[in-house]
């Protein structure tokens, strides 16, 4: 469906709206609500998230190894400190997931290592001892591909790229996939303040790895705008980008939905009281990601769209929140676009996008659709 600037409707959220928003983002993201249901802290996270086996890496080499082992396992997902023989390991799977990690990390690991490790985060560790001091990196290859084209996902608000790992497999075009994920997860020091900073160092980042395009800049939710931002800057480089927006709200024109002030100490509770040892290891990584995700939330109240030449596109939950912004048609960006905004309806809310397998397959259906088109 192509929208132009007459066929929109910018209306603005008014404060009930906005606080009817924010509790329902508390109630996705964070499983505080689920205390006083009688749920173990391990349950009230499944109720959350719907994934009993789901799990962040906490480095880049376990983002990596959970990659492989979803792959040659054949499962959707796996926590990395989780048994693999309790998700299909044998013999047989050790010897090609062997083959497979040695193959991606140019590192001879025989099927003992799998078999006596059994887990992604030990065998993450064992790579990480046997390569050396690594530098962190925050630019990912999740695919070669022989078609001009890349398609790059951008981080959405907690800064990790693990929810796209699952579209990404499902894809079935011939261009080459990289991730961004966010740069203050694999470093120190101050955080990037605004979308457009982040947009500048991302645009460096992926023209070092990748120096021309056709660039397809896809970001789910916080990610939308950096996608957006992206497409804009290599617009004016004269590059070729288009931005696909995965259900992204443009705060400028439907105003905050307050994510920015729920407080740092209750997303590290419940992000503890969740029991994900895989994201929380140790108190300052913990706090960091915490830091990502509400600078990442300011920084999306004071973002400002740039105009794109380009038809951007779209990718509308149908449910999205109960939030009047979020039913709005076009999440507010028809206004800064040139020549009209192509929106893709995908069923589900805006969490089922990355959270439901069907969801995701047919948002990847409807990539798969433009890419190959």
Avoid at 121 to 134: C, K, V, W
Wanted: aromatic residues 6%.
């Amino acid at each position: 469906m192509r929208l132009t600037r007459d066929e929109g409707d910018s209306a603005t959220s008014d404060a009930g709206t906005l606080a009817e928003l924010t509790q329902h983002l508390r109630r996705e993201l964070w499983p505080e609500v689920f205390r006083m249901r009688g749920l173990s802290p391990r349950e009230r996270w499944l109720e959350a998230y719907g994934d009993p086996h789901f799990g962040l890496p906490r480095t880049q080499t376990e983002m990596e190894v959970v990659r492989i082992v979803r792959s040659v396992l054949g499962v959707d997902a796996t926590a990395p400190e989780e048994d693999l023989e309790e998700r299909g390991l044998t013999d047989r799977s050790a010897v090609a997931l062997a083959a497979r990690i040695g193959a991606h990390f140019s590192i001879d690991v025989e099927p003992g290592d799998i078999l006596h490790r059994r887990s992604v985060a030990n065998i993450a560790t064992m790579l990480d001892d046997r390569r050396g001091p690594q530098s962190a990196t925050h630019v990912v290859r999740l695919r070669n591909g022989g078609a001009a084209a890349a398609l790059v996902f951008l981080h959405p608000l907690d800064g990790s790229c693990l929810w796209y790992f699952a579209v990404a497999d499902d894809l079935r075009t011939n261009v080459s996939i990289w991730s961004i994920g966010s740069h203050g997860l694999c470093r120190p020091g101050p955080l990037d303040s605004s979308v457009a900073l982040m947009a500048v160092r991302y645009v460096e980042d992926l023209r070092n790895v990748r120096p021309h395009g056709p660039y397809y800049l896809c970001g789910w939710s916080f990610g939308g705008l950096l996608a957006w931002e992206m497409a804009h800057l290599l617009e004016k480089s004269g590059e070729v980008a288009r931005a696909l927006v995965v259900d992204s709200m443009n705060q400028a024109i439907l105003g905050s939905p307050g994510v920015a002030t729920i407080p740092a100490e209750l997303i590290i509770r419940d992000m503890r009281a969740a029991e994900l040892t895989s994201r929380c290891v140790d108190e300052a990584a913990l706090h960091r990601r915490a830091d990502v995700c509400l600078a990442n939330a300011r920084a999306a109240e004071r973002y400002v769209p740039s105009p794109l030449s380009t038809v951007p596109v779209l990718f509308r939950s149908i449910h999205g929140f109960v939030s009047d912004g979020f039913r709005h048609p076009d999440r507010g960006w028809l206004g800064f676009c040139r020549t009209g905004l192509d929106i893709q309806l995908v069923p589900g809310s805006h969490f089922a996008l990355m959270k439901s397998a069907g969801s995701r397959r047919q948002l990847g259906a409807h990539i798969d659709d433009l890419l190959l088109g």
